[in-house]
């Protein structure tokens, strides 16, 4: 069983509002990733990282950014939220080939 | 690129049905393919995986065997139980990243009736 932690684990906020999403994860993972959720339950890779220092944009567009400054920690932020960024929020860990995910964040911009 | 189908959705079934969820993928050479459980308000769980043509791998009663001939990896179970009631996504890993991006499915949700 992965150990991988999300806070917070539900969020509303008014727009225009700066935000971080955390994730952290206990096993030393060096592959670590983020994942937006539609309603209609299909997943996108929007950022990840293969260790400390290195991030990449995934396949979806997004206007949030991420840091990976230690192994353990791969915060997600948004600068200024729009309704349009409601939705749940997911990030996986990796040793290898096999994922494993915390229990997401389901953020609501108002 | 690399892409995975899944069966659309939603499934609807009776406690003790048979269950067949499909999944066909299109890769270049011998991808790792996998099944994830998504149980509602959490995140993904791995349910299953196989790395090689012919594997068959097995969880929980859930079955899926590597077809290369069909490009197919068809989730089964006997017997679904109400706690079955979930989405399911297919994913594959390329064999050629040393990496593990996951190409992933849209999903299937079930839901099992008593």
């Known amino acids: 069983e992965a150990d991988i932690y999300q806070t917070p684990r539900y969020l509303v906020i008014g727009t225009g509002k700066k935000i971080t999403l955390e994730c952290s994860q206990t096993?030393?993972?060096?592959?670590m990733y983020w994942y937006q959720q539609d309603p209609g339950m299909e997943l996108h890779l929007i950022h990840y990282s293969y260790g400390v220092n290195s991030t990449e944009k995934g396949d979806l567009s997004s206007e949030s950014t991420v840091s990976r400054i230690r192994t353990e920690h791969f915060p997600l932020t948004l600068e200024s939220a729009r309704p349009s960024h409601t939705s749940q929020y997911l990030c996986a860990s990796s040793p290898g080939r096999i994922q494993y995910f915390g229990a997401g964040t389901r953020l609501s911009v108002l | 690129g690399d892409s995975v189908t899944q069966m659309e959705g939603p499934v609807t079934l009776s406690e003790e049905a048979f269950l067949t969820i499909n999944c066909t993928y299109t890769?270049?050479?011998?991808?790792?393919l996998f099944w994830y459980v998504q149980y509602p308000g959490e995140g993904l769980q791995l349910l299953l995986k196989?790395?090689?043509?012919?594997d068959k791998g097995s969880n929980k009663g859930f079955e899926a065997t590597y077809r290369k001939e069909t490009t197919s990896f068809h989730l089964e179970k006997g017997s679904v139980q109400v706690s079955d009631s979930a989405v399911y996504f297919c994913?594959?890993?390329?064999?050629?990243?040393?990496?593990?991006?996951?190409?992933f499915g849209e999903g299937t949700q079930l839901t099992v009736n008593p």
């Open positions: 890769a270049t050479g011998y991808p790792s």
């Open positions: 096993m030393g993972h060096d592959k």
């Open positions: 196989a790395t090689k043509a012919d």
């Open positions: 994913a594959l890993s390329p064999i050629r990243t040393s990496g593990s991006r996951l190409t």
